[in-house]
Nanobody
Framework: QVQLVESGGGLVQAGVSLRLSCAAS????????MGWFRQAPGKEREFVAA????????YYADSVKGRFTISRNNAKNTVYLQMNSLEPEDTAVYYC?????????????????????WGQGTQVTVSS
């Protein structure tokens, strides 16, 4: 089992930055590709960003490309989501996820079915 705990959410104004963290425990962190997803009220959960096991490969949703950066520190068992130039449309609950099984070193995925472990979520609210 993998346990994930997100932190760093909050209420901010449009245009500012915020960094989310996700601390993992339970298994070898570097065995798992990681992802960030978000869910706004009344909408389905959507992919935000993913990172491979080593951190060498990343993948972003078009809506956040150029504004958000995913990174990981395997020594600290933590994955991050740096969010810059936040917009009201970024308002959502943000979830950290770990791949359901160990894949190749370059593996990343935007699909929720590839992730078997989820955090409880952290709220990000961006006011205009």
């Amino acid at each position: 089992q993998v346990q994930l705990v997100e932190s760093g959410g909050g209420l901010v104004q449009a245009g500012v930055s915020l960094r989310l963290s996700c601390a993992a425990s339970g298994r070898t962190f570097s065995d798992y590709a990681m992802g960030w997803f978000r869910q706004a009220p009344g909408k389905e959960r959507e992919f935000v960003a993913a990172i491979s096991r080593s951190g060498s490969r990343t993948y972003y949703a078009d809506s956040v490309k150029g504004r958000f950066t995913i990174s990981r520190n395997n020594a600290k068992n933590t994955v991050y989501l740096q969010m810059n130039s936040l917009e009201p449309e970024d308002t959502a609950v943000y979830y950290c996820a770990a791949a359901s099984r160990t894949r190749g070193l370059a593996f990343t995925s935007p699909y929720t079915d590839d992730y078997g472990y989820w955090g409880q979520g952290t709220q990000v609210t961006v006011s205009s």
